[in-house]
């Protein structure tokens, strides 16, 4: 059962008190390179999803468990911060409230899918090979699908809830009896459309030509 709640007026919160409930938060990854309106944007909606949070915790249940993907061990907050990741200050603050971060991440099954991942990436000219390397990425990414299920499955006690970061698109089929909230704070929406116009603007880009007497003098 899926819900969009960020504020719960209608239907009733109570329907929800029991069972296990998951907050799902779409991760958002901080620009690489210096945007000031984006990275702006990008503070604003983690701000927006820890008052999203906050909302959902006074109506429903205190968070007891973390889930975020990309945390293969027990690095814990540091890997988030290393990763530049803005999630970490949310994560940091629940579990000072006494929830568990909690391990979901298989680091073989992680970094089998990753490098598949940046070998799709390179930009390879045989389809047959093309082929063979996106049918072992869609298998790694299955295998890793289901152990993200099958880890929330295990940890994730009766009437308890969670809170999952992680990134939209993936394919995890979470089990029938957990209730999954979608946090959507309302600047995922322009965040979402910069991103876009940023990569049309960086294809749309033309290759910039050497001058003629620069590249005579460089082949001398």
């Given at each position: 059962?899926?819900?969009?709640?960020?504020?719960?007026?209608?239907?009733?919160?109570?329907?929800?008190?029991?069972?296990?409930?998951?907050?799902?938060?779409?991760?958002?990854?901080?620009?690489?390179?210096?945007?000031?309106?984006?990275?702006?944007?990008?503070?604003?909606?983690?701000?927006?999803?820890?008052?999203?949070?906050?909302?959902?915790?006074?109506?429903?249940?205190?968070?007891?468990?973390?889930?975020?993907?990309?945390?293969?061990?027990?690095?814990?907050?540091?890997?988030?911060?290393?990763?530049?990741?803005?999630?970490?200050?949310?994560?940091?603050?629940?579990?000072?409230?006494?929830?568990?971060?909690?391990?979901?991440?298989?680091?073989?099954?992680?970094?089998?899918?990753?490098?598949?991942?940046?070998c799709l990436s390179v930009g390879l000219q045989s389809p047959i090979v093309f082929g063979k390397?996106?049918?072992?990425?869609?298998?790694?990414?299955?295998?890793?699908?289901?152990?993200?299920?099958?880890?929330?499955?295990?940890?994730?006690?009766?009437?308890?809830?969670?809170?999952?970061?992680?990134?939209?698109?993936?394919?995890?089929?979470?089990?029938?009896?957990?209730?999954?909230?979608?946090?959507?704070?309302?600047?995922?929406?322009?965040?979402?459309?910069?991103?876009?116009?940023?990569?049309?603007?960086?294809?749309?880009?033309?290759?910039?030509?050497?001058?003629?007497?620069?590249?005579?003098?460089?082949?001398?």
């Amino acid at each position: 059962m899926s819900e969009t709640l960020g504020k719960m007026e209608k239907p009733e919160a109570s329907q929800f008190k029991n069972g296990r409930k998951l907050f799902f938060v779409p991760l958002i990854f901080k620009p690489m390179e210096e945007d000031t309106s984006l990275s702006e944007l990008t503070a604003k909606y983690w701000s927006e999803v820890e008052s999203q949070l906050a909302n959902l915790e006074s109506k429903l249940s205190d968070i007891k468990k973390i889930y975020h993907e990309l945390l293969p061990g027990e690095e814990g907050i540091k890997r988030l911060k290393d990763l530049g990741i803005g999630s970490h200050r949310i994560v940091e603050a629940l579990m000072g409230k006494g929830a568990a971060l909690t391990q979901i991440e298989d680091a073989d099954i992680m970094d089998e899918f990753t490098d598949w991942g940046r070998c799709l990436s390179v930009g390879l000219q045989s389809p047959i090979v093309f082929g063979k390397v996106y049918e072992a990425y869609q298998e790694s990414g299955k295998k890793r699908d289901e152990y993200i299920a099958k880890r929330i499955d295990e940890t994730l006690q009766a009437d308890e809830s969670a809170v999952l970061f992680m990134r939209e698109g993936h394919r995890v089929q979470f089990p029938a009896d957990i209730q999954v909230f979608y946090v959507v704070p309302p600047s995922l929406d322009a965040i979402q459309r910069a991103l876009r116009e940023r990569q049309e603007t960086h294809h749309a880009e033309p290759e910039k030509e050497e001058p003629a007497d620069k590249a005579q003098t460089d082949s001398q």
